[in-house]
């Protein structure tokens, strides 16, 4: 196996540049540039020197040997100089060193997960974690990468396994071939497995996270959506005039709003009738923006919006404007009067949709093997045969070690480390 390297840090110029190394030959590498191997675990000063000895910097070393490491294999840090014209002479030293090459993308975690150093959950939240951008996602990704819904996943692996244990005795020492010889106890704690995976489904989508908490602005032309939209994500993003139809498409900007993040949705005014062919297909779009959004402002008459929507009653600053009787919002975009209550209430709405302190969110891929659990084991308590009973408790296991990539593909594999940047 190689030993690969890459730069662990910011990109240069930085104050300090971090290039970590991992593999068998890390202290054959350590060797060549720093002259020694330090003792484990101990920062230690010295020159680095290419192969010809010339000095190219001075800074720190560190050795943490295997199985006690990060990926589970001999690991080396040099701390040198942010420079670029360092970082690419001690890269370019390591690369001379035979078994050594550069680092591919998310190749020093996918070594942490074959050495059994992390499971694929909690790769997944360290992916998460480095690109984080709000104070939700990081608390989300956190509670995933340090172990919460792995530990939470191995639980129901237990209790999996013993009610598979359960059908096999019953299997062994039955003489009658009907479920009911597993007993009343076997029923509820299957039942209670399958409650926990539904709560499991009904958690926040991860998603959600990434993409923001969505709040569409709907109403007919003129309402004043695109300059509500654009004091919503304070720029000019959105174009306004008092001509009808000024918004053709969708306009999505995402932004963070007191560590939440949110995406704003502008779009073309909705109206029953158009000449206009690219206007009318403006429109269809943003009916499928209302469709989708978590939340949507109803700037058009009250009433005549989307189930659930807010009522904004916009424009509140006109001398012309006709107020609504019993609207959830009075406010002027271009005042600012009304803007503080709305901005909260988003924020207040968006906290419970998103995961509380210490709760994961299951991304697309972890929905998909919790559902196939659940579809396993709904199938289980439906059936008589304890023979088929075990193979719903078998498919359900198999999702469960899929979970933690058990049982994953490469291509699964590739997916998920191929996010990574390098040096992770």
Known sequence: MDTIFALSSGAPPAGIGIIRLTG??????????????????????????DSIAAQIDDGLVLYFPAPNSVTGEDVGELHCHGGRAVVAALQAALAEIPG?????????????????????????????????????????????????FSN??????????????????????????????LGDEFAADLANLTQDLCEA?????????????????????????????????????AITAEIAGTTRDVL?????????????????????????????IGIERAEAEIAKADVVLWLGLEGAGPEGCWEVDAQCDRDDH???????????????????????????????????????ALNRRQRSLVAAALDALSDAEALRDPLLVGEGLRRARLAFDALLGKTSTEDVLDAVFGRFCLGK
């Open 152 to 181: 939470e996943v191995g639980r129901w692996r237990e209790q999996l396994l013993a009610l598979s244990a359960e059908v096999e005795a019953s299997l062994d020492f039955s003489e009658e071939d009907e479920v009911e010889s």
């Open 201 to 237: 489904l009904a958690a926040p989508y991860a998603e959600l996270l990434k993409e923001g908490f969505r709040v569409a602005l709907a109403g007919p032309p003129n309402a004043g959506k695109s300059t509500l939209f654009n004091a919503l994500v304070e720029s000019e993003a």
């Open 252 to 280: 999505v900007q995402s932004v963070a709003i007191d560590g939440m993040a949110f995406s704003f949705v502008d779009m073309a005014g909705l109206r029953t009738a158009t000449d206009d062919r690219i206007e009318a």
């Open 322 to 360: 006709q107020s609504k009787q019993a609207p959830d919002f009075t406010l002027s975009a271009r005042t600012g009067a009304g803007m503080h209550d709305l901005r909260q209430a988003l924020v207040d709405r968006a906290r419970t949709a998103m995961p509380a302190p210490g709760q994961t």
């Open 24 to 49: 068998p030959q890390v202290r054959t590498a350590l060797a060549a540039l720093c002259g020694s191997v330090p003792e484990a675990r101990r920062a230690v000063r010295t020159p680095f020197r």
């Open 100 to 148: 050594c090459r550069r680092a591919e993308p998310g190749e020093f975690t996918r070594r942490a997960f074959a050495n059994g150093r992390i499971d694929l959950a909690e790769a997944e939240g360290l992916g998460d974690l480095l690109s984080a951008e709000t104070e939700v996602q990081r608390r989300a990704a956190l509670a995933m990468t340090g172990g919460v």
